[in-house]
């Protein structure tokens, strides 16, 4: 094959593998097919010495396995097998993770565990469920907070926030947002199915 002819055909090639990428997106825009936890955001932040990696989640026992998510003309429609659902169910759960290691100078090892310590106990968190332009604040949303686990590089934190969402629409988004002692945003997230 000649030089011109391989090139003529690496571009009708890399014409077809845009074409057939492109027809995938649009099919998968479709339809969604959820899993038992489903992720919605990594944040990265720094906050005094700490440097952390901040996974949001959710989380609802059965509720999410197998849900998906169909575009119709008329909107988004929410699946299980033939059913349709509509609404979240009673309680639904946020899983943050919080991977925290040492990104500043100067301080010994035992100031920096206090410090982390310190940080990560008065950290406070906030969840909203928003719909348009409206947005309505969840005032009884409780924090469960594990034990960090340490590793040879960072510590992880892990928070479950248990969120009422009872008779809440699928098409609704809920933010969380996690503030320090000080009043300090350091990270939001918005779950929209």
């Given amino acids: 094959m000649s030089p011109k002819h391989r090139l003529v055909y690496l571009l009708v090639l890399a014409a077809s593998l845009a074409c057939s990428t492109v027809v995938h997106s649009a099919a998968t825009e479709q339809?969604?097919?959820y899993s038992k936890t489903v992720s919605f955001g990594v944040?990265?932040?720094?906050v005094d010495d700490a440097c952390m990696t901040i996974y949001a989640s959710l989380l609802a026992p059965d509720f999410f396995d197998n849900l998906e998510r169909i575009?119709?003309?008329?909107?988004?429609e929410f699946r299980k097998k033939s059913d349709v659902v509509k609404t979240f169910p009673e309680t639904i759960f946020v899983k943050i993770r919080a991977f925290v290691s040492k990104c500043g100078g100067g301080s010994t090892a035992e100031q920096e565990a206090l410090s982390e310590v310190k940080?990560?106990?008065s950290l406070s968190f906030e969840a909203s469920w928003e719909r348009d332009s409206e947005t309505r604040t969840i005032g009884q949303v409780s924090i469960?907070?594990?034990p960090?686990?340490?590793s040879a590089f960072y510590h992880d934190w892990v928070y479950e926030l248990s969120v009422p969402s009872r008779d809440v629409p699928l098409t609704d988004h809920l933010t969380v947002s996690i503030f320090t002692q000080d009043g300090k945003s350091i990270a939001s997230f918005t779950a929209a199915l």
């Fill in 43 to 46: 944040r990265r932040v720094h």
């Fill in 71 to 76: 575009q119709t003309p008329q909107g988004a």
């Fill in 31 to 33: 339809k969604r097919k």
């Fill in 144 to 146: 469960k907070r594990s």
């Fill in 119 to 121: 940080l990560m106990e």
């Fill in 148 to 150: 960090k686990t340490r």
